[in-house]
């Protein structure tokens, strides 16, 4: 079946780098997507990349796709506290139904 | 340009209980999602809408879940009867059209956080 994996916490420390990462199972994924969840919010759209591109640069935020492997990552660079959320990796599969992971909440160390 | 408005914000039920949320979207939206989601884990889509049209509910538990946009723009959410499990997020989400798939881009709603007691 369609799955979508992350790891859970990911703790940086700031004006470091961060980077969360994703794995997905359907090769036939259109798109993935990253979303930021921050505490009682909705969903807010960072990024996405279409499947046949391998890299999309978005001002601090950069997105790498090994399809290959079907693996996805978000880097954050010069992570600020703001930037404290839970990150969601999302792929759209072949029936166009957004599969979500179960998010990796970020925390930032002064 | 104004976002998915969702209400109410929260909501807290005894089980056995109704419970309607409501969902506003993006304007010119044809899309229209409803997502589901539990605590500790990512939104799982429960019916999708294209103009007043149900695309996909095969994820919709249909004996205690429903929902309509019946005018093809506001639509409702309704639990009946609620059970403990139903606690959780739910998300209004709309896209622009692109066919019966619904719009590449997503944009979220704030959520009903609804509490079954």
């Not at chain 2, 409803?34 to 994820?59: A, E, H, M, R």
Request: overall charge neutral.
């Amino acid at each position: 079946g369609e799955d979508v994996e992350q790891s859970l916490f990911l703790s940086v420390r700031e004006g470091d780098s961060s980077v969360i990462n994703c794995t997905y199972t359907d090769s036939s994924s259109t798109y993935l997507y990253w979303y930021k969840q921050e505490p009682g919010a909705g969903l807010q759209l960072l990024t996405y990349i279409f499947s046949n591109m391998d890299m999309k640069q978005d001002q601090r935020l950069t997105v790498l796709l090994n399809k290959k492997d079907k693996h996805l990552s978000l880097r954050i660079a010069d992570t600020q506290t703001g930037d404290s959320a839970i990150y969601f990796c999302a792929e759209r599969n072949s029936a166009s139904k957004i599969i979500f992971g179960s998010g990796t909440r970020l925390s930032i160390r002064p | 340009e104004a976002g998915v408005a969702q209400s109410p914000r929260y909501k807290i039920i005894e089980k056995r209980q109704s419970v309607a949320f409501w969902c506003n979207p993006i304007s010119g939206h044809a899309t229209l999602y409803w997502y589901q989601q539990i605590l500790g884990q990512g939104p799982k889509l429960l019916i999708q809408f294209q103009n007043n049209g149900v695309v996909d509910d095969s994820q919709l538990p249909k004996d205690r879940f429903s929902a309509e946009r019946l005018k093809g723009v506001d639509s409702t959410l309704k639990i009946q009867p609620a059970k403990l499990e139903d606690s959780a997020v739910y998300l209004c989400a709309s896209s622009s059209y692109e066919g019966l798939a619904g719009g590449v881009e997503q944009y979220f709603g704030p959520g009903t956080r609804l509490t079954v007691t």
